[in-house]
């Protein structure tokens, strides 16, 4: 089956943020296809490749990358969820005028209309609130 | 080319205290501009959302009946609420700021099963 999952939980606030990434490599083991993996909300603190948790405690960031890395993942970060809370690729931090661009490596800024062609495309659209 | 998949957006979270009412609603918008048929259920602490007369200013916050003001130009027109949670609230039809069918708590399920895919906010 082809599925697609929202992100909306704070990377470190909420467990939610990891239950979709034990989830995600759940699908992909048993042999599911994942069509996109929208990150909205506090969900977009993950992209943020400045995050720099203490080194005995779990990096989803660098998790999110490998799995994506392996799998080929497409990984797509609410562009106006980013942009508010600072999460900027080269584009936005030129427009907004700052400093310095931080999306993590393997995310991509974009528009709600990709989480409409997520839901369009996947059997299956699975949401981790919080 | 985007298939038109119905679907249904449940709405859980009172409009203030945390941005999901207004990321719902942006949810909503866009897949409506899809052309894809949407559908909101305001359930529990949601059902706040509809309420007229909203006051957020003290809030530095937009009206967000307002915003769901919107709803009708995207063709939104399905707009579910449970008698059961307006009486549980202590309010009526008269209280809410947009027209809305009524249904019975037995009847999500139903709503449920009639969508492609579901969304909570």
Redesign the interface.
């Known amino acids: 089956m082809k599925f697609s999952l929202?992100v909306?939980a704070s990377p470190f606030s909420a467990q939610t943020s990891s239950t979709a990434y034990r989830y995600a490599k759940c699908l992909l083991e048993e042999g599911h296809q994942i069509f996109r993996i929208f990150y909205?909300?506090d969900g977009v603190l993950v992209a943020n490749q400045q995050i720099a948790p203490p080194q005995d405690e779990t990096n989803l960031l660098t998790s999110w990358q490998l799995l994506a890395k392996t799998h080929n993942l497409d990984l797509v970060v609410c562009i106006?969820?980013a942009v508010k809370r600072g999460v900027l690729d080269d584009n936005e931090a030129q427009r907004y005028d700052k400093k310095n661009a931080n999306l993590a490596l393997g995310f991509e800024l974009s528009?709600?209309?990709q989480?409409?062609?997520a839901?369009?495309?996947?059997d299956r659209?699975i949401?981790f609130?919080n | 080319m985007i298939d038109k998949k119905s679907i249904l957006i449940i709405n859980q979270s009172a409009p203030y205290g945390s941005s999901k009412a207004r990321e719902s609603l942006d949810v909503a918008l866009t897949c409506s501009i899809f052309e894809m048929p949407v559908s909101l259920l305001f359930i529990g602490d949601g059902l706040y959302q509809l309420i007229n007369n909203q006051s957020p200013d003290a809030l530095n916050m937009k009206k967000h009946e307002a915003m769901l003001s919107a709803l009708p130009m995207y063709d939104i027109e399905k707009i579910y609420i449970t008698e059961e949670d307006l009486e549980s609230i202590g309010l009526t039809e008269n209280d809410l700021a947009m027209p809305v069918t009524l249904i019975q708590r037995d009847a999500i399920a139903s709503l449920i099963q009639q969508n492609d895919s579901v969304l909570t906010f």
């Open positions: 929202i909306h909205y909300g106006a969820a528009g709600l209309g989480l409409a062609e839901i369009a495309a996947s659209v949401t609130g």
